[in-house]
Every structure is written in structure tokens, then in C-alpha cells.
């Protein structure tokens, strides 16, 4: 049985894009890069908050793509850098998943995903970008985008229902939030907080509302 596992925190704010965000070594913070991911053996994820969620490493690793950080790369400094290269990379401009930039596919469809990208030949790049038109088009340098590329995953590429499955493991069911409630001004009855806005005390007839 599978005992490595990533830890993902999946509260709503921790989502980069559609990118998955997981504890980082150490204890420093989260991040989408796989490879910067802290692995935990099955007792470890267990010292956690609720809303970290473990992930089998292996059902990870096996669905994880390809992405390349809008942050980490610079058009100028990989043309310096590969002048001479041989292969391209086409990216679709002014689109972002998250921080991840977006690859011209075959067929003119477009990913996040570098693994599923077009790679062109020098010679071809200019026709490549006339398929584009209007819509216009960024070329990389293929050594230089690989070099900066990171393995990472996606809400829509995996299951948490289905990466437990025959593990044994089971979340804790997210706890129910309690309403606020307040004393009724006038008798001192427990009202709620939608209550002070919708009607006077049933009780005593005074307002509540703040």
C-alpha cells in the first residue's frame, strides 16, 4: 500500500489557477511545483489541519503535467540565451492559467499543459504564427522553456475520491459553522443574526437591529 503522500491545502484561496497547491519542505508555505513538495509517510499527514488533504504521491505523479510560470521566464533573456536554437515553442499571449502560460497544441487548441504543446522547427514558426491571425503569438526558445518548466497538477486531472479508494483513508466531514446569535435587547432571548433584520422580537416587540 502507498505510504507517500502529498499534503494539499485546499481551502479556495490556495488554488493558483486551476493548480493544486501542496506543503512545501520544511514547513515553507505551499507551492504547485511538484518537485518543491514536501512528502509525507501515512502517519504524517495525520498531524494536520482539516483542510490540508492527503494525496497519494503515486496517483499524483502519475497524472501531473507540465506547466511554466509566467514569473520565472523572460522573452529577451531566452532569445539571448538560445540565439541558435533549433525548436520552438508557441504561446498564446495575454492568457494565463494562474501563473501558468498557455501552449499552442496541434489543431490550434491551447493548454496550460507543455507536455501537449506543438514543438516547431525554426524554419516553420513564421508560417505557424500566421495560423493565429489577429489573435497573435509569443515564440520561445524549446531549451529554454524546458529548462523552466515544472511538474504540477490540476483540479480537473485528478479525484480525491478516487486516490483514496482502498487506502483506508478518510477526511474529516467539514464542520457546520454556527449561526451568531445575540440577546434580544428587550428580554434578553437568544436571536440569530439573520433574525435582528427580519422581524421585531417575537417575544417582546423590540428592535434589534444594530
Known amino acids: 500500500m502507498d505510504d507517500?503522500?502529498?499534503?494539499?491545502?485546499s481551502r479556495s484561496h490556495a488554488?493558483?489557477?486551476?493548480?493544486?497547491?501542496?506543503?512545501?519542505?520544511?514547513?515553507?508555505?505551499?507551492?504547485?511545483?511538484?518537485?518543491?513538495?514536501?512528502?509525507?509517510?501515512?502517519?504524517?499527514?495525520?498531524?494536520?489541519?482539516?483542510?490540508?488533504?492527503?494525496?497519494?504521491?503515486?496517483?499524483?505523479?502519475?497524472?501531473?503535467?507540465?506547466?511554466?510560470?509566467?514569473?520565472?521566464?523572460?522573452?529577451?533573456?531566452?532569445?539571448?540565451q538560445n540565439n541558435d536554437a533549433a525548436e520552438f515553442y508557441i504561446q498564446q499571449p495575454q492568457r494565463w492559467n494562474g501563473n501558468n502560460l498557455i501552449w499552442?497544441?496541434?489543431?490550434?487548441?491551447?493548454?496550460?499543459?507543455?507536455?501537449?504543446a506543438v514543438v516547431v522547427q525554426r524554419a516553420h514558426t513564421v508560417t505557424w504564427i500566421g495560423k493565429l491571425g489577429q489573435s497573435g503569438a509569443?515564440?520561445?526558445?524549446?531549451?529554454?522553456?524546458?529548462?523552466?518548466?515544472r511538474r504540477l497538477v490540476e483540479r480537473d486531472?485528478?479525484?480525491?475520491?478516487?486516490?483514496?479508494?482502498?487506502?483506508?483513508?478518510?477526511l474529516p466531514k467539514p464542520k457546520k459553522s454556527r449561526p451568531m446569535m445575540f440577546n434580544c435587547d428587550g428580554c434578553g432571548r437568544f436571536i440569530s443574526d439573520a433574525q435582528r433584520f427580519e422581524h421585531n422580537c417575537l417575544n417582546c416587540g423590540a428592535d434589534n437591529r444594530p
Do not use: N
Open 104 to 116: 499552442l497544441c496541434e489543431g490550434g487548441v491551447f493548454t496550460s499543459d507543455l507536455s501537449k
Open 15 to 80: 488554488y493558483v489557477g486551476d493548480g493544486l497547491s501542496f506543503w512545501g519542505f520544511g514547513g515553507s508555505g505551499y507551492v504547485t511545483d511538484l518537485a518543491k513538495a514536501q512528502v509525507f509517510t501515512r502517519e504524517g499527514t495525520c498531524d494536520h489541519r482539516d483542510t490540508d488533504i492527503p494525496w497519494p504521491k503515486a496517483y499524483v505523479d502519475a497524472r501531473a503535467r507540465i506547466g511554466v510560470d509566467c514569473q520565472c521566464v523572460t522573452l529577451s533573456e531566452a532569445l539571448d
Open 138 to 149: 509569443v515564440v520561445w526558445p524549446k531549451p529554454y522553456i524546458d529548462a523552466h518548466s
Open 4 to 9: 507517500q503522500f502529498y499534503l494539499q491545502d
Open 157 to 170: 486531472d485528478v479525484s480525491i475520491k478516487e486516490a483514496l479508494r482502498g487506502t483506508g483513508i478518510k
